[in-house]
């Protein structure tokens, strides 16, 4: 990934509580992967994690409840709910944004599918991994089951992202490369390390855990574009916690999962970088690299909308003066998201140029120009006609070089080094708030939604966790009054 | 694989209802896969498929209810319930061999992971695949949860069968040697067929399930000799019919899951044929080439075995007269089954030294010569450390060179062409029905044992197929009745 060398160090270093020990650029010998890294997550407590990577970790729990809440009444939620309904368990946990409550496993599968499906939660630019969807989803649904403070629901989440990153890293970008939708195939093993966590797993269970989550990637590529992208997250998260339940009952796994010659990172991936698993555990914290997009759609194309806002800001730009976009592009803008014609608001996400034409035309790229009504706004594809992209090789991934031509022949450019949402330029936390509130809005009651977010950020004052889950969805009678309000 | 030279032609066209078109050597074009053979699933009736296909599909249904019953209170088992138990939903099918019954989903799961924990179930020999696991186990539970015929749950059952074979021959063996457990990843796609068949999806439908499925591979071989390995055809069985419940509600996925750039045989195997899946459907049938295990370890000892037993009883052989056991073997015997000193039952399985002992000393290699026991009997611990195993380039994988040396200089020498159970060599219908007896003996009552094993072989004049479960498994009482007996 292009853009990785200027995020591929360990910046992290300042957060160590101890000198941390210097990285070795070769892999470590390929022994007791798997276990090494069961051995740090089993032994964690919430005091070892540096504040301000339980900043991010909270950071990334407040993006992930608006995003779940946000898309909570999409008919990809609907059709989840439909389909798994008659089979589910008892009422353990809720369904975030609206009144359902079911067993611990289908609660998890529905809210990571929500989490996801506007293309809008935290992302990890490294390797792409979209974590929280796989690893919040069953620890927010295990801290409804059981008793869990807010200090070791957090720490759990920390683990579980630490956890996904860490083992992308050993496998990106080849992994990717071939065709793995890797929040769902790394997603998966972070999911098992944050609800091992919260069961109290010996190191052994812990080991199995990993193992038996290693044993169920989720996702190919192929699936962007449909509802199945979203399961992907969904599948992953109910997969990591069946393997957490399963080793806390002693249902045994292979000792080296992760490592073994036939084990995970061998089969998914022709690269295998182990010493990003297992060097500087609680000393660098891949977690601090998370990342929220402050527009609803893949990270990819969000250095060109952040071009196109800034161009039309600046010089207050007309939409029907404008004679052509023109984009320069990282080859992965094309490869993702290069449908010319989408045909309704998911596929939008998916185009380019639908991006550009709504960024110049409304000044943003939330849900709302997502929507199949704005793919078919005859202005946006009039608009979108006029953008032409090409690939530039000397366009980091995270950069965009975007010139807007004008009827009188002006041509405005900018090139953006760094769009908005990146490590290096994050969204604050106000910024994150505001995205979290449009988010939930007209779903949550407007006094629940001010509660979830104050809520969030305390989270770790919280004496059980779960408290979260309630806020975050609706309680029968509230769902029936709320709507007969509306 | 070696052994594959001699079963990898097409030997079904003598069962083609039509000639059969030739089948071409070259791969077809890229396109469209994955709808093919949906539309050969949903469109294939139960008078389609021809008798002797039906034939062996019932054969492989009892050699599944056997072992599903058999190894039903193993601890393997004991444990995937009590860590599922707890958030299964309504009492919708039955765990065979016991009195628990629950949602179709938790239901799947652990008839697969029980089908599996002997490593006794049926196996297609080109592809080292067990197809029953992940598609019988939902199929049943489906046809107990709805009302489903024995001929359309046998058609579905071909389907399930017939596709997880055909997409597993488009990626063996390049993608069996990387590490995927290919009964998870093939068996996953047969399980959505089955299932997706069973509850009416259409073609549009059927490609989605195909793809949730496709998207879902389960297993990797570092898992095999622990628990992992019998979960991977669970909870494939479990991922292919959400994969159709899922699209039974539109739940979309892309249409070319199975062959498109970044889809399921690109991403998990470096060899696609795609002839294999789409070529000669409906005429020839893959189905045919299904076998069963004589003896309850893994299949590329069997020939091994079944040359010590023949050496055995043809010379009466004393076990304390043995000097020396001299293997010749094929490179995936040590590969699999190399453990020189298994500590447990479980791996006794995945030992070679093991096996030949026993055979030797016993004459037989059931599941009781697989017990924690037999492995540390000190009369097949010590014959254990006089076998030895060489591989040898000219030795097939359905075949074995054996020579046991005597204390008095005898050399009895045995070589196995091709070992019984092969597709050349069949278990006949007596000797499955024996296998099948023995396997439920002891946890179902006698008469109930023997209805089960009528009842299967005319399951296709079953008006409700899931009649067949409720046989398999035991009322809450009849359970408790026949514990008090015992």
């Not at 490592?259 to 991936?269: I, M, P």
Request: charged share 20%; with cysteine; glycine share 8%.
């Amino acid at each position: 990934m292009a853009a990785a060398g200027s995020l591929a160090g360990w910046p992290g270093e300042a957060l160590a509580q101890e000198p941390a020990a210097p990285v070795q650029a070769q892999p470590a010998p390929v022994k007791d992967v798997t276990r090494k890294l069961a051995r740090f997550i089993v032994a964690a407590k919430p005091g070892d994690v540096p504040a301000p990577v339980r900043k991010e970790a909270t950071r990334t729990l407040l993006n992930w409840l608006g995003v779940a809440v946000g898309a909570s009444r999409h008919t990809t939620v609907d059709r989840a709910i439909a389909a798994v309904a008659p089979f589910a368990g008892p009422a353990q946990a809720s369904v975030l944004g609206r009144a359902e409550r079911f067993d611990i496993q289908t609660v998890t599968l529905i809210n990571a599918i929500s989490s996801h499906v506007f293309d809008f939660d935290d992302t990890h630019l490294k390797t792409i991994i979209h974590a929280s969807g796989p690893v919040i989803s069953p620890s927010l649904a295990l801290a409804e089951y059981l008793p869990i403070s807010g200090q070791d629901f957090l720490c759990a989440l920390v683990m579980g992202i630490e956890t996904a990153f860490r083992v992308g890293n050993a496998v990106y970008p080849n992994h990717y490369d071939v065709g793995w939708h890797i929040t769902g195939t790394a997603g998966v093993i972070g999911a098992a390390a944050a609800a091992g966590k919260l069961l109290g797993l010996t190191e052994q269970q812990m080991v199995w855990a990993l193992g038996l989550a290693a044993s169920q990637p989720v996702g190919l590529r192929e699936s962007f574009g449909s509802m199945n992208k979203s399961f992907n997250p969904g599948r992953a998260g109910q997969n990591g916690l069946l393997a957490a339940l399963l080793a806390a009952r002693d249902f045994t796994s292979s000792d080296g999962m992760l490592e073994a010659k036939r084990g995970w990172a061998n089969t998914v991936s022709t690269k295998q970088d182990y010493a990003q698993i297992t060097e500087g555990l609680g000393q660098v914290w891949e977690t601090r690299l998370n990342t929220y997009k402050p527009f609803a759609c893949g990270i990819v194309i969000h250095p060109i909308i952040d071009a196109c806002i800034q161009l039309r800001n600046e010089y207050k730009i007309d939409p029907e003066q404008v004679r052509a976009i023109n984009l320069k592009v990282h080859p992965l803008v094309l490869e993702l998201t290069g449908k010319k014609t989408p045909r309704e608001g998911l596929e939008g996400k998916f185009s380019v140029y639908h991006a550009a034409a709504v960024a110049v035309i409304f000044g943003k790229a939330g849900e709302r120009q997502f929507s199949d009504g704005a793919v078919r706004d005859p202005k946006v594809v009039a608009l979108r006609d006029k953008v032409t992209a090409v690939v530039d090789p000397a366009v980091k991934e995270a950069q965009a070089d975007v010139t807007i031509v004008l009827a009188d022949g002006r041509e405005l450019h900018k090139f953006i080094p760094q769009a908005v949402g990146s490590v290096e330029n994050p969204m604050s936390d106000a910024a994150l708030e505001a995205k979290t509130r449009d988010l939930v809005q007209g779903i949550l009651p407007e006094a629940q939604s001010r509660r979830l977010i104050e809520s969030c950020w305390k989270v770790e004052a919280l004496p059980r966790a779960g408290e979260l889950a309630t806020i975050a969805s609706l309680a029968p009678q509230a769902a029936k009054a709320h709507a007969q309000k509306k």
